[in-house]
């Protein structure tokens, strides 16, 4: 039987400088610069987020192996049993990984990896022949997939600068900010800007580009872009632009095995009301479960988990924090938001909005959600346990444990869609007694392991393509 795999994904902008300070392995640097490094890796990964598309599925051990430098490890269809029983010796220095989870990406050793780790690695390390094969003695730079696999699988059209062969070398070092003696960077963004164009225009027309640049280029052009910066905060942090389009290709609609509420395109100007955004989940999941033959019971309980997933976010705290840290602009939104309106990609924003906020770190809306959301369950679920699993899982999490939830200045929560139903943020419907493990064990003994997992899907997918898309002014 094969060994369980870890995923590796190659990528050409991790400096192996800021791996090395991320993970703490510079002994000069102190733990608050760790940090700081390890945010400026997890920005570079926001625009062109880590795909399954692009990743390679290697044997744990194989992995673990390679990156300590132990060489002549073959993959065979049983684990080599006796590699950690004869240690050998490694041919060359450890090397390190990011652990890619998102906010909670960390770098990892190679005797830390765990099963089912999607693993970010710099194109440096090799590991591939030329023909993309796994090979761990190859030490050859491995090709960059990242934008290929945004536009496949997603339909979305993104470049780096950085990561495209050099068309107009000139252009591009301007773009990246770079100066030498023979260039010097822009001194304002519309020059940038049509530096910008100039550098597609010449994209356009080499004959050398794969189609599929080649297409994500009419695209930007077709649809529109706009850039992003991130890095320039140190030598080992270099600055980088980023071109997205203002919208993904229409035809993929309806296929984007990855998309999130944190990675969506949806546009950035407008923000949406947590009625239209529920109302959207609903419908969205009603739609997938009555197509696939689910029962109308099995129907009716995905649809109301889809209209109650995000109650939760009617926290005051949590709304102050979509409105960007702004009290005022907070107190005249009308009624709660689902979505902040904040770019994907504003990490900085992002995050000050979350400071202003004081919404607890770690706090799980998705529990809030379950406790607004009991009336209405006990009212109209034909499995009320199924709902309270689909509410609470909505994010990932009670299969079968809830994170910690810690609420140090609790407040009252308004339920966004009943009058006079207001309740406390502190609740222990994560804690190990609230039972959320429990039902978890009887929705699989019930629906079966499989069964529970696909209605998940069908929920998480409602969720990620409402965000991607909202329809103007929801549907109920």
């Given at each position: 039987q094969r060994a369980p795999d870890v995923q590796l994904v190659w990528r050409s902008d991790i400096d192996l400088e800021l791996l090395t300070i991320a993970g703490g392995h510079d002994e000069s640097k102190t733990a608050a610069e760790a940090r700081r490094a390890l945010r400026a890796l997890i920005r570079r990964f926001e625009a062109v987020p880590p795909s399954s598309v692009e990743a390679l599925s290697v044997p744990i051990y194989a992995a673990r192996a390679w990156l300590k430098g132990i060489g002549n490890v073959t993959i065979a269809d049983v684990p080599i049993e006796t590699l950690a029983a004869k240690n050998p010796k490694a041919d060359l220095a450890p090397r390190y990984a990011l652990r890619?989870?998102?906010?909670?990406?960390?770098?990892?050793d190679p005797d830390k990896l765990r099963v089912g780790d999607t693993l970010v690695i710099p194109v440096e390390y090799?590991?591939?022949?030329?023909?993309?094969?796994?090979?761990?003695?190859?030490?050859?730079?491995?090709?960059?997939?990242?934008?290929?696999?945004?536009?496949?699988?997603?339909?979305?059209?993104?470049?780096?600068?950085?990561?495209?062969?050099?068309?107009?070398?000139?252009?591009?070092?301007?773009?990246l900010g770079v100066s030498t003696d023979q260039v010097e960077p822009f001194e304002t963004k519309r020059e940038e800007r049509e530096a910008i164009k100039t550098w597609l225009d010449a994209l356009s027309r080499d004959a050398t580009s794969p189609e599929w640049r080649l297409e994500a280029v009419r695209h930007l052009r077709d649809v529109g872009w706009q850039w992003v910066e991130i890095g320039g905060s140190s030598a080992a942090d270099p600055r980088e632009v980023v071109v997205i389009?203002?919208?993904?290709?229409?035809?993929?609609?309806?296929?984007?095995?990855?998309?999130?509420?944190?990675?969506?395109?949806?546009?950035?100007?407008?923000?949406?009301?947590?009625?239209e955004h529920c109302a959207d989940v609903s419908e969205l999941v009603r739609g997938f479960a009555t197509r696939l033959g689910f029962p109308e019971s099995v129907v009716g309980d995905l649809a109301l988990a889809g209209r109650l997933h995000d109650l939760g976010k009617a926290d005051p705290r949590f709304q102050l924090m979509l409105?960007?840290?702004?009290?005022?602009?907070?107190?005249?939104?009308?009624?709660?938001?689902?979505?902040?309106?904040?770019?994907?990609?504003?990490?900085?924003?992002?995050?000050?909005?979350?400071?202003?906020?004081?919404?607890?770190?770690?706090?799980?809306?998705?529990?809030?959600?379950?406790?607004?959301?009991?009336?209405?369950?006990?009212?109209?679920?034909?499995?009320?346990?199924?709902?309270?699993?689909?509410?609470?899982?909505?994010?990932?999490?009670?299969?079968?444990?809830?994170?910690?939830?810690?609420?140090?200045?609790?407040?009252?929560?308004?339920?966004?869609?009943?009058?006079?139903?207001?309740?406390?943020?502190?609740?222990?419907?994560?804690?190990?007694?609230?039972?959320?493990?429990?039902?978890?064990?009887?929705?699989?003994?019930?629906?079966?392991?499989?069964?529970?997992?696909?209605?998940?899907?069908l929920v998480r997918l409602a969720d990620h393509r409402a965000s991607q898309f909202p329809s103007p002014g929801g549907k109920s």
């Open positions: 890619w989870a998102g906010d909670e990406t960390v770098v990892v090799g590991g591939l022949n030329p023909v993309g094969v796994w090979d761990p003695s190859c030490t050859d730079p491995v090709t960059d997939l990242g934008e290929e696999a945004q536009w496949r699988a997603r339909g979305r059209a993104v470049l780096r600068p950085s990561c495209v062969p050099d068309i107009a070398h000139v252009w591009v070092k301007r773009v389009g203002k919208r993904p290709k229409q035809a993929d609609r309806d296929f984007d095995p990855e998309a999130s509420s944190h990675t969506s395109q949806r546009s950035k100007d407008k923000p949406v009301t947590l009625r409105a960007k840290g702004d009290p005022v602009k907070a107190a005249m939104s009308g009624e709660p938001l689902a979505k902040s309106g904040i770019g994907p990609a504003d990490k900085s924003a992002q995050d000050e909005a979350s400071l202003r906020s004081r919404y607890p770190a770690g706090t799980r809306h998705e529990f809030m959600s379950l406790q607004l959301a009991q009336g209405d369950i006990e009212s109209e679920a034909s499995d009320p346990e199924l709902v309270r699993h689909l509410i609470s899982s909505h994010h990932g999490w009670s299969r079968p444990c809830a994170p910690p939830t810690p609420d140090p200045e609790p407040v009252e929560v308004q339920h966004p869609f009943a009058k006079g139903v207001v309740l406390t943020s502190r609740h222990s419907l994560a804690s190990t007694g609230s039972g959320v493990a429990h039902r978890f064990a009887t929705l699989n003994a019930r629906y079966g392991a499989h069964g529970v997992a696909w209605l998940e899907a």
